[in-house]
């Protein structure tokens, strides 16, 4: 008796769980974003990722287990992204613009992230509330904020009364913008937000506005 070719696949990829788990958090990440909680179907993650139900289950626990997974793994890819930065290693003024413009990338190369976050603030962060790996793994970012605010402050060139929670605010609303309000902005004023152009400018202009927020009198 010969085995199907789609039946060695899926021996194949049942033998290689980090595999799998990879390409099931990549399909979900895509439906959850374009489709929200509710109306994501662990169906069709399934059907893409040529498992089952049972085996998204199996490593999942649930929907909600695999929604937690696709939220943590995404803010996850956003703090390696900072990480990568080692802004311990620059000039305070040099790390600050370094963070600015990786924040704009970053939102601009994923923006199926930004979905996420949108979804998940119209449902009032009732998920994430529930995440406490979630809250300890963003924290990072605040610490790195912190330390080069101190840094800065000590050398003259920032304000000492910034808190560096609103510094990372500032960051992410000049970021996240230009991507959650694309379609709408760039159709009200012409403004092509999907550009190139658009990427570099809005780097240029973040990196202004954060410098100019924090810069000492």
Known sequence: ??????????????????????????????EFGRHGFDGA???????????????LYYYYKSKKGLYASVLEESYRHE????????????????????????????????PIYVYLVMNENINRGTHIDRMNDILELNSQIIDRISEVLRRGQEAGVFRSDVDPVDVHLLITALAFF?????????????????????????KREAVKAVLGYLRSD
């Open 79 to 110: 703090r390696a992204a900072e990480a990568d930065l080692r802004l311990a290693e620059r000039e305070p003024e040099k790390a600050i613009e370094a963070l600015t413009k990786s924040a704009v990338d970053f939102h601009f190369d994923n």
């Open 178 to 202: 230009p991507i959650s309000n694309r379609y709408t902005f760039s159709k009200i004023f012409q403004y092509d937000l999907f550009s190139e152009k658009a990427r570099e400018t809005r």
């Open 41 to 55: 179907r662990v169906d069709r993650i399934a059907a893409k990722t040529r498992t089952s139900k049972l085996m």
């Open 1 to 30: 008796m010969k085995t199907s070719r789609s039946t060695r696949t899926g021996a194949k990829r049942t033998r290689d769980p980090i595999r799998t788990k990879r390409d099931i958090l990549a399909v979900a990440t895509e």
